[in-house]
């Protein structure tokens, strides 16, 4: 059997950046240079692989839901060509891509694998370098046929990833969900996690950017900064709360909530808790929010519940389907306890 083939999407981030008066900056041809002269990514070992380099690069913090679009574009556009992807992309945004990326891929058979670096692949000490070149053979030898993050060593469910560490090697975590693979001395396939199953052919869906508020109970928060955001043109509201997914119970706070779920905006309960899950029966508070229409966010990331609201308001669908489908399992992203 011949080689596999992997087709790279470099999208800008650190892992490409080159030296400047200025700082790190992403620049176009330098990633590939790097590469070119680094013997380990060209071993017999190792598969077959394309780079192509999206003009402009981007710093990650300026990733819109039109990148994941353009990203997601260049993915169905060679999918048929190549026997997996990998995309290279800036930590402070990639669980954000990852989850996006989940939701927009339908009945995936081949892997798409997101990696990246904290330091330049061009820096003596560089992390990209063992980021790219185990996602490469990952892709080739080990394919998850769904949306993955590596780093680190560890392959996570792209959906369930978080950027939990500013400034250390081990940047992301999987707080509810297991990793897929650990590649240490030993590549480990863990089964704790069930895979996702392939149903039907590969369909790309589109995703356009939405009009979704954030809002993050404190003691003392008040209900004017929650009718404010309220007031511009919202269509799903993020409410992230306390513990298992309790808010203040006062009168004029529900009554807002309700309001905008009367007015078809979507209220999503979210824990503020980096593991765990909504449970809104555990307390009255929570139980209160139930009430007035607030749905249950259940274990799912910031990042999954932001990017999922994003894929779905993008379709043509019922406020009440989407609703429904938000507290469905789609791709992997939530789980209603512990056994996953």
């Known amino acids: 059997m011949g080689k596999k083939s992997i087709y790279v999407v470099y ?22 240079k790097q590469l070119t002269n680094m013997p380990e990514f060209h071993r017999a070992e190792m598969p077959h692989f394309t780079i192509r380099e999206h003009n402009p690069l981007i710093d990650s913090a300026n990733m819109t839901p039109l990148d994941w679009q353009c990203i997601a574009d260049d993915i169905r556009d060679n999918y048929e060509n190549y026997d997996g992807f990998v995309i290279l992309h800036g930590t402070d945004t990639m669980a954000f891509t990852a989850s996006a990326l989940s939701f927009m891929f339908d009945n995936l058979s081949k892997p798409i694998i997101v990696t990246g670096s904290q330091i330049p692949l061009e820096a003596l000490r560089s992390d990209g370098q063992t980021n790219l070149l185990n996602a490469l053979y990952l892709a080739a030898n080990y394919p998850i046929n769904e949306v993955t993050l590596f780093f680190n060593n560890k392959l996570f469910r792209g959906n369930r990833t978080v950027k939990s560490h500013a400034d250390g090697f081990d940047a992301f975590t999987s707080p509810n969900c297991p990793p897929l693979i650990d590649a240490g001395i030993h590549i480990r396939c863990l089964q704790s996690c069930p895979l996702l ?14 009009a979704i508020g954030v809002v993050t109970i404190y003691p003392g928060i008040s209900v004017q900064s929650i009718e404010n955001i309220l007031l511009q043109p919202t269509k799903a509201l993020i409410l992230r709360s306390y513990g298992v997914g309790n808010a ?20 999503v309960n979210l824990t503020q808790c980096l593991s765990g899950r909504v449970n809104m ?40 389907d989407i609703r429904t489908l938000m507290q469905k399992n789609l791709r992997g992203e939530l789980s209603y306890s512990d056994n996953y």
């Open 11 to 32: 999208t800008g981030g650190t892992i490409g950046m080159q030296y400047s008066i200025h700082g790190y900056v992403p620049a176009s041809g330098h990633l590939q």
């Open 197 to 210: 199953k392939n149903d039907g052919n590969f369909s790309s869906h589109k995703i356009t950017p939405q």
């Open 248 to 267: 203040p119970s006062q009168t004029a706070l529900l009554k807002c909530l309700e309001k905008a779920c009367q007015q078809d905006i979507i209220v």
């Open 281 to 320: 029966n555990g307390y009255a508070t929570g139980h209160a929010l139930a009430k007035v229409g607030v749905i249950s966010g259940y274990d799912m990331t910031f990042e999954a519940t932001l990017t999922k609201l994003h894929y779905l308001l993008s379709q043509s669908l019922s406020v009440d």
